[in-house]
């Protein structure tokens, strides 16, 4: 696997202006938004990014109860990656006991980390994970490639080897069995590498890619359609997401299998 950079330094310099207007573009895109298929009720867990909180979901959670969904937070605290003993079993627990308490299997939605926090619950418990949608997750590469990585490894004390690199790619790359994935990234994000947050193509997998920043990603009208989009998809059916008409104007073109 070719090794990749951080994005440009440019790029992240202006996350911050960026974020501020696509919750400008989500505020003026609300009625537009309500024009989406109704959900079916079922549960959905929000996963924050790295050193984010449940406050940072918020928004992307009312907007899908509005719309038809039992929407809810991880209820974890900080996502401070693998700082914590029991934070992988904790995340566990909880989506058991959503799937216990409402009789459903449980969709889940991660921004940034909290996708590979995602995909990986989804490999332990493929059979209680509807499907896993990821806001622009480091999953398919090397966790160097991204703006924020001294400070993830700071923060987590982790062996940076590149025997130890090379065994973490290769476990967070293949998808879930049997679980539909979808990868929503940027190429102009400016914290991870975009080439790294993409699913491998496969009958259950698909990447949209939106044009935005990586803070805007929870706040950008775009994500909103396409993550209701795949919602809305009847539990154990899956179909690519479709580009036509207006919609190749808001989303870049499909990827090459």
Not at 19 to 29: P, Q, R
Not at 181 to 208: F, H, K
Request: charged content about 20%; hydrophobic content about 40%.
């Amino acid at each position: 696997m070719p090794s990749l950079n951080a994005p440009r330094v440019l790029l992240g310099a202006l996350e911050l202006p960026r974020t501020m207007l696509e919750v400008g573009s989500l505020l003026a895109s609300a009625p537009y938004l309500q024009m989406v298929q109704r959900g079916d009720g079922h549960p959905v867990v929000v996963l924050p990014g790295f050193t984010a909180s449940d406050d940072s979901t918020a928004l992307l959670r009312r907007y899908l109860r509005s719309i038809g969904y039992d929407a809810r937070p991880w209820n974890l605290g900080r996502n401070m990656g693998l700082r914590g003993a029991g934070r992988s079993e904790a995340l566990e627990r909880e989506v058991a006991r959503v799937c216990e308490e409402t009789g459903k299997n449980v969709s889940l939605i991660g921004w940034s980390l909290g996708g590979v926090h995602a995909r990986n619950l989804a490999k332990r418990s493929p059979h209680s994970i509807r499907r896993v949608i990821s806001l622009g997750s480091p999953f398919g590469g090397s966790p160097r490639a991204t703006a924020v990585w001294r400070l993830y490894k700071s923060s987590n004390e982790i062996r940076v080897d590149p025997a130890f690199v090379d065994r973490f790619v290769a476990q967070t790359v293949t998808p879930p069995p049997n679980v539909p994935c979808t990868a929503i990234y940027s190429r102009t994000d400016g914290i991870v590498a975009w080439q790294i947050a993409m699913e491998v193509p496969g009958p259950l997998t698909d990447n949209i890619e939106v044009y935005g920043s990586h803070c805007g990603l929870g706040f950008n009208p775009a994500v909103y359609y396409a993550v209701a989009d795949r919602l809305a998809q009847p539990e154990g059916k899956f179909t690519p997401f479709q580009r036509s008409g207006w919609r190749a104007a808001l989303f870049g073109p499909a990827e090459a299998a």
